[in-house]
């Protein structure tokens, strides 16, 4: 499943669970526990489709976010 199918997932369980009406309190606790083990697990599959967290940038075209100039030097291999 890719991420954004994941994510639908996510979407429609929790429409469906907002559309529910309940008639006791034994039922909407019931429901509730078994909604939020689907969102868990629907979560935990999300996670490893979404990777590492993108690290951020000095910025671009050589100004810094604060707006100083930098350059880049990239380093030699070892011998």
């Known amino acids: 499943m890719s991420a954004h199918a994941t994510v639908t997932a996510i979407e429609q369980e929790a ?12 039922e909407y606790l019931e429901a509730k526990d078994s909604h939020c083990k689907r969102i868990a697990a629907l979560v935990r599959q999300l996670w490893p489709q979404l990777g590492t967290v993108e690290k951020r940038t000095f910025g671009q075209s050589g100004v810094s976010e604060k707006g100083k100039p930098f350059t880049v030097a990239r380093r030699r291999r070892a011998a």
């Open 15 to 26: 429409a469906a669970f907002c559309r529910r009406r309940f008639r006791d309190q034994a």
